[in-house]
C-alpha cells in the first residue's frame, strides 16, 4: 500500500475495538516469578492476597497460562467515551527530522485524566464494585493514576482514599484539586494517619516522602479499614493485562493498513504503559511469529533497567507489600529532588524484568535535559504538548529517526505517547529558564542500597 494513503490518524471502529485483554505471560517461555510472601518467603496464595486485593484481580495477578481475559461490558462501554486512542503518523515530525523513518505514535492522552492510566483504573474499580466494596485506597506520584483512579471511582460510586508525595501534593496542587472534584479525599504523604507514615516521620523528620512510601500507607488504610481494598496503578501482572488494550489498538489498526513496525518504544516506570503497547507484539516474538526490535526508555536519574539489580526486593519503602522479582534499585533508592520527568519508581514490573533478562528487549537511559528538548521539538511540530514521562519515548524515537537519516534505512518506528503534560508546566519553566540540571545517581549511590536488598536463597 503506497505511503499517501495512510491517513494522519488512524482510528478503529467502535466493532474493532478489543473485547479481551491479551495476558503476554501466558505465551512466556520463562514466567516472570511468582510474588513471595515478605515474611515466609514462600509464594503469596489468593487467600493471603485476599486482605489487600479484589477477589478478581487476584485472579489475574496469579494467572500466567490464560491468553485472554474477557473484557466486561461495563468496562468496554466506559472505555467507548475515550477509546480508541488514536494512533497518529508523526508527518509532521518526520518533516521537520528530514528522515526516511516512518513515525507513528498511539496517544493516551485524550481523556481527562490524561494518561493511560484510566485504561486499568476503570477495570480495577469495576472489580471492588462488583465485590461489593466500599472503596479503594492507593498512591499517587506525579498525580495521573490518582487522578484517573478518582474519575473511575466516581463513575461506580466507590470511595476514593489518595496518598499522595508530599512534594508532589505542594508543587501540583491543580492535579489534587481535580482529584477532588471526581470526589476522592487526598492526604499528603508521609502523613501522621497511619502507623507506618508516623514512622517514617520519626526517623525522617521534613522528608518529601516517596512513592515507596505512599504505597506503605495507603496499603496499611485498606488492610485496616472495613470494604476497602488497595488498588495499584502500575507495576503489577494485572495492571499490565489491561493495558494490552494500548497494543491490541495499535496492532489491529496497523494491521488495517498492512503496517509493520520494526521498532517499538515506550517510557518505562513501573512498566505497564510499555508492557502494554509491546503484549501483543511480543507475543509474536515469543512464539516466534515475527521480530520486533523493543526498547525500553528510563530517566538516566532513576535507572532501575540499566543499572539496576534482578533480585527479589520490596515494593515499598515500609516493607509490608509482597516480594516481586524485578530490576530495582533497591526500595530505599530516591531519586534526586532536581528529577522532574516521572518514572521514579525503584523497581520495574516483573515481565518487563523476565523479558529483559531473557535479551527480548533493550533498555536505554537518557538524561531529562536530553528529554524535555525532544518534548518541545514534538510539541512544536505535533501539537500536542506531553508529559515529560511520554517525551522520554520520543527522545529515543527521535534519536532512532535521525539514525535513519544518516543510513537512509526507511524504518518504521512506533512509539507510546503516554499523557499531556499540562501539569507539568513548573519542570517546562526551569527547561525554558536554562536552570534544569541532569543528576545521576554514582555507582556508589546504587551499590548502598543493594545492600539492604532482602537475603532470599
Ligand atoms: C504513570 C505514567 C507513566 C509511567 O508508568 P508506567 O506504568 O511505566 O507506564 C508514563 N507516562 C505517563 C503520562 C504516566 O502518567
Redesign the pocket.
Known amino acids: 500500500m503506497s505511503d499517501k494513503k495512510i491517513p494522519y490518524k488512524i482510528y478503529l471502529e467502535e466493532s474493532e475495538l478489543p473485547k479481551a485483554w491479551y495476558n503476554l505471560r501466558a505465551d512466556m517461555k520463562n514466567k516472570p516469578a511468582p510474588l513471595l510472601d515478605p515474611a515466609t518467603h514462600k509464594p503469596m496464595t489468593a487467600q493471603a492476597l485476599s486482605g489487600v486485593f479484589c477477589d478478581e484481580l487476584i485472579k489475574q495477578e496469579l494467572d500466567d497460562s490464560t491468553p485472554y481475559f474477557e473484557i466486561p461490558e461495563a468496562i468496554r462501554d466506559f472505555y467507548k467515551m475515550y477509546r480508541p486512542a488514536p494512533l497518529v503518523r508523526a508527518y509532521c515530525l518526520e518533516e521537520k527530522l528530514q528522515t526516511p523513518a516512518k513515525i507513528y505514535y498511539k496517544f493516551?492522552?485524550n481523556n481527562t485524566s490524561?494518561?493511560?492510566?484510566l485504561n486499568s483504573a476503570i477495570a480495577q474499580a469495576y472489580y471492588a464494585k462488583q465485590q461489593g466494596l466500599k472503596g479503594v485506597t492507593t498512591e499517587t506520584?506525579?498525580g495521573?493514576?490518582g487522578t484517573a483512579l478518582s474519575m473511575a471511582c466516581s463513575y461506580f460510586g466507590l470511595d476514593c482514599k489518595v496518598y499522595m508525595v508530599k512534594c508532589s501534593y505542594e508543587q501540583k496542587p491543580f492535579r489534587r484539586e481535580v482529584m477532588r472534584t471526581y470526589g476522592a479525599s487526598v492526604t499528603p504523604s508521609p502523613s501522621m494517619e497511619t502507623e507506618v507514615g508516623r514512622k517514617i516521620l520519626a526517623e525522617h523528620p521534613g522528608t518529601t516522602g516517596s512513592l515507596g512510601c505512599a504505597i506503605s500507607e495507603a496499603v496499611e488504610t485498606a488492610t485496616k479499614s472495613e470494604g476497602y481494598r488497595y488498588v495499584l496503578?502500575?507495576?503489577l501482572n494485572q495492571?499490565m493485562l489491561h493495558?494490552s488494550v494500548i497494543g491490541l489498538e495499535t496492532k489491529a489498526a496497523m494491521d488495517k493498513y498492512g503496517i509493520k513496525p520494526d521498532i517499538i518504544i515506550?517510557?518505562?516506570?513501573?512498566?505497564?504503559?510499555?508492557?502494554?503497547l509491546i503484549a501483543p507484539f511480543m507475543g509474536e516474538k515469543v512464539r516466534g511469529e515475527a521480530d520486533y526490535h523493543f526498547i525500553a526508555v528510563e530517566p538516566a536519574s532513576c535507572p532501575s533497567l540499566t543499572r539496576g539489580k534482578y533480585a527479589y526486593d520490596y515494593c515499598d519503602t515500609g516493607m509490608v507489600c509482597p516480594l516481586a522479582k524485578m530490576y530495582t534499585l533497591g526500595s530505599g533508592f530516591i531519586p534526586s529532588a532536581n528529577h522532574a520527568g516521572?518514572?521514579r519508581?525503584h523497581g520495574m514490573?516483573s515481565t518487563l524484568s523476565q523479558l529483559y533478562d531473557d535479551g527480548l528487549m533493550e533498555a536505554r537511559s537518557v538524561k531529562q535535559t536530553e528529554v524535555f528538548e525532544a518534548a518541545e521539538q514534538f510539541a512544536r511540530v505535533e501539537g500536542i504538548l506531553p508529559?515529560?514521562?511520554?517525551s522520554?519515548a520520543i527522545r529515543v524515537a527521535i534519536d532512532e529517526a535521525l539514525k535513519c537519516k544518516e543510513t537512509g534505512e526507511e524504518k518504521t518506528i512506533l512509539f507510546?505517547l503516554?499523557?499531556?503534560?499540562y501539569f507539568d508546566m513548573l519542570a517546562y519553566e526551569k527547561f525554558h529558564n536554562g536552570i534544569m540540571t541532569d543528576y545521576i545517581p554514582t555507582d556508589e549511590e546504587i551499590q548502598a542500597n543493594f545492600a539492604k536488598l532482602p537475603k532470599i536463597d
Open positions: 493516551e492522552g490524561g494518561s493511560h492510566k506520584g506525579a495521573q493514576w496503578g502500575s507495576v495492571v493495558q515506550g517510557c518505562a516506570g513501573g512498566g505497564s504503559n510499555l508492557g502494554g516521572g518514572l519508581y514490573s508529559a515529560p514521562e511520554s522520554h507510546g503516554t499523557g499531556t503534560g
